[in-house]
């Protein structure tokens, strides 16, 4: 995957500032897959989306990432790293998915025929905008394709709650980059917790933080030297760091 250059980032920032989170990650996968049209995307399961995005992540800024969480009973903050190429795991390529997309889920007495969801799953959901707790049933809805029992055809509303759980554990094993999680402990009170981590909000706020310092690095080398943006992004970071220490205005910009 190619990286993200500084006037290909600003455009990406560009276009997904002041946008809904749904909408930022569909802008991050167009910029991470340019070779699939908006329907191909559309159909790409959520962890397949979010294993492009940590590609363009890992192609743009590095293979070593930081990132923090709060602590779920002192709010205190947790820093942590991480190699991104450590959450790859090759997408939703599960040996629990069938050559016909479909997953074969059998528990409780049901006989179950699903596929995993989709980016176009997520924006339906985002767009309907079902109660909080009705999420995981239109979710199913939406993904389940058969449920027989006892040789009879079935609606989806009458599945048990152990059923549910074998689908949605045959889910996330199917495409495990759909939920990544990290085990951490706070520091202040002992804490030990499951964190989950969202890759689109991740990566978004990384191309936003970068974004923002190039816009104050064009502000301070137009104004100590009458360049025009295009003319400062198109320098490397290095030579845009190196005039910013001859400037005047050196100290306004942190170095990188």
């Known amino acids: ?135 995981r049933a239109e979710l199913l809805r939406r993904c389940v394709i058969e449920v027989r029992r006892g040789g009879v055809d079935v609606d989806t509303e009458e599945l048990s709650p152990g059923a549910e759980e074998a689908i949605e554990a045959a889910m996330a094993s199917a495409d495990p980059d759909a939920d990544i999680s990290f085990a951490l402990t706070c520091a202040e009170c002992g804490r030990v917790w499951s964190a989950p981590f969202d890759v689109s909000a991740f990566v978004w706020a990384e191309i936003e933080a970068r974004a923002r310092r190039l816009l104050a690095e064009v502000d301070a080398l137009a104004s100590a030297y009458g360049w025009s943006e295009g003319e400062i992004v198109a320098l490397s970071p290095r030579r845009r760091q190196a005039y910013l220490e001859l400037s005047s205005v050196a100290g306004e910009v942190e170095p990188p």
């Not at 995307?41 to 962890?47: F, I, N, S």
């Open 1 to 135: 995957m190619l990286p993200l250059h500084a006037e290909e980032l600003l455009g990406v920032w560009e276009r997904g500032a002041g946008r809904s989170a749904l909408d930022r990650s569909l802008v991050l996968l167009s910029a991470a897959s340019p070779e699939i049209d908006p329907a191909g995307r559309a159909a790409l399961t959520v962890g397949e989306r979010d294993a492009a995005l940590l590609g363009l992540r890992e192609a743009t800024f590095g293979p070593r990432a930081e990132a923090v969480a709060p602590c779920p009973d002192c709010g205190a903050l947790v820093e942590f790293e991480f190699d991104v190429d450590e959450l790859h795991s090759g997408g939703a390529a599960g040996s629990l998915v069938r050559e016909d997309g479909e997953l074969r889920v059998a528990a409780d007495g049901f006989e179950v025929r699903v596929r995993l969801p989709t980016v176009a799953d997520v924006s339906a959901l985002s767009a309907g905008r079902p109660a909080a707790g009705s999420v």
